[in-house]
């Protein structure tokens, strides 16, 4: 009790600026608002946290201007010199790492255990891609006979970045930081329900010394700020983290102007567990990749695939440690589950209790509310499920597993790609042979084999089918964010075709 007081205390003391002025945009380095403005909650006790200025059309459009006067200069910056910004800021990210994670955890109800790592993880994106940055440039060369080909490639202009909810602060250094390496402008336009660590983060870039114009923030809705982003004709391209209709609407959006879209969707990632497995460590790994981080999470395993051999005591074991895990306070350390992000999430996840029961599945654990005031929920196991079942198809983006069972390799299979998802797919077995033919068919852009979601940054991070377009990570970030151009210089010796002569 006495960590949570403490914790407590401190987010007060980070707060009362915001209490005072609310969360505003931040354009070409400067303050910016206007008169309209919306509120951020938190999902703990439903409290107001701040007012935030709510960006419209004409927000964007100074942001993007600003966004398009800084790019000559920022993309014309040394390497070594935007290297040396990009760690400052990671500095200060680091320093700042405790304040980050309070004000997540009451903006979005993450657990303070997960989310004073994921300011750490910020950090170390920012240090990633700042060392990539001098040789981002870099390109092939590429000789034929009579010419020698030679590739570069060049920051493609300003970006709009829009984030969704779930781990928010993270997830944005993981697009902005790449963008800003490549020498890119940005305007970001985070997600509605949680703006608080866009500020820091923007408030951390500049003080880290990037120059104004080069991250502009603009908060505002979906359908205002986030439409007029991806409609802008000098942003050049939208990197896109949400859901997979959204993504829908953002191709749509930006077809007039030709934007390059790079989306990060949703998904329904399969945990396939053979009856070969180390059991286990199979164990621990589908309980934390579905409860951490409250299952708002987009490679999160939400249908277990497990064999009908082993399934009754892998099940026994399982429901045990599901109705065991400490749901409370975000900011208390020992909390393993928090709240969901708004009034609207939870009954979205309640939803699909009822569709689950209705459908026949049975209710292992949890599935209720918990307490009147928050958007806490049970962790939530259906068992029985079958694979046409709504909880068995859709992304519930909550505490909620669906088990499933299967016979053999081949069902297992049929099962795991027999959705409009391809994200990730994690798979438990001791045999290699089989290791290999089941990732190799495995319908999905990350697959890991006796393993949760472990990051590597220079690995591709992405999905297939309705789950996105495009990868992160490594130098696949600045396939994106830059134009790859190639010069053919000639020896002077090949024949030219005389025409007119
Ligand atoms: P969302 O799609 O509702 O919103 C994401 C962002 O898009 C928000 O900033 C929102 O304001 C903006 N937006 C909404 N409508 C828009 C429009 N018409 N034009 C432009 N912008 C618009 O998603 P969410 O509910 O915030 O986030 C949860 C979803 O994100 C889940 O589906 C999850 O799987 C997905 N996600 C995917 C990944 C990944 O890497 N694949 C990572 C995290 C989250």
Redesign the pocket.
């Known amino acids: 009790m006495a960590a949570l007081a403490n914790q407590i205390a401190q987010l007060d003391l980070h707060l009362a600026r915001f209490r005072r002025t609310g969360i505003l945009n931040l354009i070409n380095g400067q303050d910016v608002t206007g008169d309209q403005w919306f509120e951020t909650r938190s999902p703990v006790d439903d409290s107001l946290i701040a007012r935030v200025s709510l960006g419209a059309a004409e927000t964007v459009d100074a942001a993007a201007k600003a966004a398009k006067a800084a790019f000559p200069a920022w993309a014309a910056m040394p390497g070594d010199q935007r290297k040396a910004i990009l760690h400052r800021i990671a500095d200060l990210i680091e320093a700042r790492a405790e304040e980050i994670a309070l004000c997540e955890c009451w903006d979005t109800g993450q657990a303070w255990r997960f989310m004073s790592k994921a300011a750490l993880r910020g950090a170390e994106n920012f240090r990633f891609f700042a060392d990539q940055a001098p040789g981002a440039r870099d390109g092939q060369s590429l000789p034929s006979a009579e010419h020698w080909n030679v590739t570069s490639r060049h920051p493609i202009g300003p970006v709009g970045v829009?984030?969704?909810?779930?781990t928010p602060f993270m997830?944005s250094t993981w697009k902005i930081a790449p963008a800003l390496a490549a020498g890119c402008t940005v305007v970001h336009?985070?997600?509605?329900?949680s703006p608080l660590t866009a500020r820091l983060l923007a408030e951390i870039c500049h003080e880290a010394g990037l120059p104004p114009g080069v991250l502009n923030l603009v908060n505002g809705?979906?359908?205002g700020a986030?439409?007029a982003?991806?409609e802008h004709p000098d942003i050049k391209a939208i990197a896109?983290?949400?859901?997979?209709q959204?993504g829908s609407?953002?191709m749509r959006?930006g077809a007039e102007t030709l934007k390059r879209v790079h989306f990060?969707?949703?998904?329904k990632n399969p945990v396939v567990v053979f009856d070969d497995a180390d059991l286990d460590r199979a164990l621990d790994a589908v309980v934390f990749m579905i409860y951490s981080l409250n299952g708002e999470r987009?490679t999160s395993s939400s249908r277990l695939l497990v064999q009908e051999s082993i399934a009754e005591a892998f099940h026994e074991k399982l429901i045990g440690r599901v109705q065991r895990l400490k749901i409370g306070h975000p900011l208390d350390p020992a909390t393993e589950v928090g709240p969901l992000i708004d009034a609207g999430h939870l009954a979205k996840v309640q939803s699909y209790v009822a569709a689950g029961k209705a459908e026949g599945a049975s209710l292992a654990a949890g599935g209720q509310r918990i307490g009147e005031k928050g958007c806490f929920i049970a962790p939530t196991l259906f068992t029985g499920a079958t694979p046409q079942m709504r909880i068995a198809q859709e992304?519930v983006?909550g505490p909620f597993l669906t088990s499933l069972t299967f016979r053999d390799e081949a069902e297992a299979l049929q099962i795991a790609n027999g959705t409009s998802f391809g994200?990730a797919g994690y798979l438990w077995t001791n045999d290699v042979a089989r290791a290999m033919r089941f990732s190799t068919a495995l319908e999905a852009g990350m697959i890991w084999v006796n393993s949760e979601n472990v990051r590597h940054l220079p690995t591709p991070?992405g999905?297939v089918k309705s789950?996105?377009i495009g990868r992160d990570g490594g130098d696949y970030s600045f396939d994106f964010y830059m134009e790859t151009k190639n010069i053919a210089f000639a020896h002077g010796t090949h024949k030219i075709q005389r025409l007119g002569v």
């Open positions: 829009i984030t969704p909810w779930n997830l336009k985070p997600a509605e329900l809705m979906g359908e986030g439409k982003l991806t896109f983290v949400g859901e997979s959204t609407m953002i959006q990060e969707l949703g998904g987009c992304e983006f994200l991070f999905g789950s996105g």
